[in-house]
Every structure is written in C-alpha cells, then in structure tokens.
C-alpha cells in the first residue's frame, strides 16, 4: 500500500522535516486524524497528524524511543509548521 501526502500548509516546510526519514508505520482513521510515523536509522524520529478533511497537518519530533512515541501518539505534542524549532 503506498500513500501520497500533498502537504498544503507551508508544505516546503513540513517536507524540510521529512527529508532524510523513511516512512515507518500509518494508522487510518483514529478519531478523525491519520497518523504517519517517519524514523531515520540513527534513532529519530517524526509522526505526522493529518485531519481526516486534511484541513490540518501537525508534527512531533523526538530523538529516540519511536516505539513509545507510536503507541502514544494521540497525546504527543504537535506543533503547526510555523512553531517547529529551526533546523
């Protein structure tokens, strides 16, 4: 199964943030979000919430145990793209 994210808000952005991660897990549908879970081999990782209506893309950004950070993901913290930290 592949998947397509058109990234409508500051999607350059949001892509900067992708760059270099490969997708890892996606879950469909859980009240009203589908979540896409990013990793890179060093450990980091990046779990994209898109709104069912894709009217909204937030992020989460960690720096290791994605495992946790998966199975937690409705209470992760996500940021909007204009409040990421720099990169």
Do not use: H
Not at 50 to 68: P, Q
């Amino acid at each position: 199964m592949g998947y397509t994210i058109i990234l409508k808000e500051n999607n350059m952005l949001l892509e900067n943030y992708l760059s270099g991660y490969d997708i890892a897990d996606v879950y469909e549908n859980e009240a009203g979000y589908t979540y896409f879970g990013y990793t890179r081999p060093d450990g980091s990782w990046r779990i994209l919430r898109v709104k069912s209506d894709e009217s909204e893309y937030r992020l989460a950004i960690g720096g290791s145990d994605y495992e946790t950070a998966i199975a937690d993901r409705a209470s992760q913290e996500y940021r909007t793209s204009n409040n990421l930290p720099r990169l």
